[in-house]
């Protein structure tokens, strides 16, 4: 009996130990749906690397983003691994804020990343962060109510037959709104969506010489339009809508159609969560015959700070989650419709996948029609689709967001949220040195 206890106790004393020795990497990162998967299947990454603990902080987008630049410029280090996207990457690389990825294992291929996405998260050829998913926008759509309403959504439609589409399928009374859009104040929220919006409309944020472009027609045309569609078919509460009340309201019957990224396909055609799985089809972002369709082009990443001690044990992680063989363990626990999407070329090129997946093709046909360099029917100074990439569009992008919710909400006219952007941004780019 004493020897079992010793024996007993000297174990213990070794587990103690080993956790006393284990690195502890803290990863911040969205409370989207497929992070949220990958923190439930992280059992397989420490069961490979039992010498690292992971540490989560889970948060909604906007605070996400406030929180992760403060640390980082701040050289706050609370973080080793931050979920970062599109925009920051080549701002925060080209400041040093970010270390190269240049140690993700022999098997990791990095040449496997779509083109598009992996020129977006890289700097003078370097990757800096490594795409979780990828995704551009997207229309999704109840067949049913569109059959209901005597009409075929067309793989590429135009914004008037969105219009048209939702005055058809509004029901209030069945508790069916024809359209939902975000409407949450936000640079990465409604204004995602409302820049890429604007682009098919032939507005710009800014023209060649960095002036500020919410005075001419077409942002007006392009916020008059958004405003008086939801108010006429869109949901209650618009303006507090995100990408994740919208999915709620989606996969519980509530939307004829929503506009939005291409990740969302996997989860409203999920029997699991959605009322609706086996009716939903799926088009690209409208137009309107300008040559300029009103999708954006995003991938959320992982990356790591410039200031971690633990650069190691993060590059791990980050090869780990982001890897073919995480896209595997997802199929194997999920089934493949669920692997995180647009990130690699041979998830697109699998038979099982493309069985899986319906909304494959479109997802990739979107991804690859959007132009960061040349975003705009107009030209402009700037790179990036639904934001433009200056430090300063954080900031701005935010409040102008702020004021376009305002109008959505009916608390401001759209002349008014105009002028105010126009002031905002003059302000900005003066301040910014941008224009005199």
Not at 8 to 21: E, I, M, Q, T, V
Not at 41 to 49: E, I, P, Q, R, S
Not at 266 to 276: A, E, I, M, W
Not at 339 to 350: E, I
Request: hydrophobic share 40%; proline share 5%; net charge negative.
């Amino acid at each position: 009996m004493k020897l079992r206890t010793l024996t007993l106790g000297l174990l213990s004393a070794s587990a103690f130990a080993f956790a006393a020795h284990a690195e502890s990497i803290t990863i911040a990162t969205v409370n989207n749906g497929d992070m949220v998967r990958m923190q439930k299947l992280t059992d397989d990454f420490t069961a490979k690397n039992p010498d690292i603990q992971l540490q989560w902080v889970t948060l909604e987008e906007n605070v996400l983003r406030e929180r992760v630049t403060t640390d980082i410029a701040t050289k706050g280090g609370q973080y080793d691994v931050m979920t970062i996207g599109t925009y920051e990457v080549p701002i925060w690389a080209k400041q040093s804020w970010l270390l190269p990825l240049d140690k993700l294992g022999d098997d990791y291929d990095v040449k496997d990343i779509i083109p598009a996405i992996a020129g977006g998260l890289s700097v003078d050829g370097t990757l800096y962060a490594a795409p979780f998913y990828g995704e551009s926008s997207f229309v999704m759509y109840r067949k049913d109510l569109m059959e209901k309403a005597g009409l075929t959504m067309p793989d590429a439609p135009t914004w008037d037959f969105i219009k048209q589409a939702a005055d058809k399928m509004t029901d209030r009374a069945s508790g069916v709104n024809g359209v939902c859009l975000r409407g949450k104040a936000g640079w990465g929220e409604n204004m995602a969506f409302l820049t890429a919006m604007s682009n098919s409309f032939g507005a710009r944020w800014f023209d060649e010489n960095w002036k500020p472009q919410f005075d001419q027609p077409e942002w007006k045309n392009t916020l008059q339009f958004y405003v008086d569609l939801m108010k006429a078919n869109g949901p209650e509460g618009a303006s507090s809508n995100g990408f994740n009340e919208n999915l709620a309201l989606f996969q519980q019957g509530k939307c004829g159609m929503w506009i939005d990224a291409t990740v969302a396909a996997s989860f409203v055609s999920d029997p699991k969560n959605s009322t609706v799985a086996d009716k939903v089809g799926y088009a690209l972002a409208p137009d309107n015959g300008l040559g300029k369709r009103g999708n954006w082009l995003w991938a959320w990443s992982l990356a790591i700070p410039a200031g971690t001690q633990k650069a190691d044990a993060a590059q791990k992680f980050v090869s780990w989650a982001t890897s073919k063989a995480y896209a595997e363990l997802v199929a194997s626990k999920e089934g493949w419709a669920n692997v995180p999407p647009g990130t690699r070329t041979s998830l697109y090129n699998n038979p099982e996948y493309q069985k899986a997946a319906p909304f494959a093709k479109m997802t990739l046909d979107s991804i690859n029609a959007a132009d960061p360099t040349h975003p705009t029917v107009k030209p402009v100074p700037y790179v990036g689709v639904q934001f433009v990439a200056i430090p300063e569009f954080q900031g701005l992008g935010t409040t102008v967001g702020q004021l376009f919710s305002a109008a959505l909400a009916g608390q401001t006219s759209v002349d008014d949220a105009l002028k105010q952007a126009q002031d905002a941004a003059t302000a900005t780019m003066t301040e910014g040195g941008y224009i005199q």
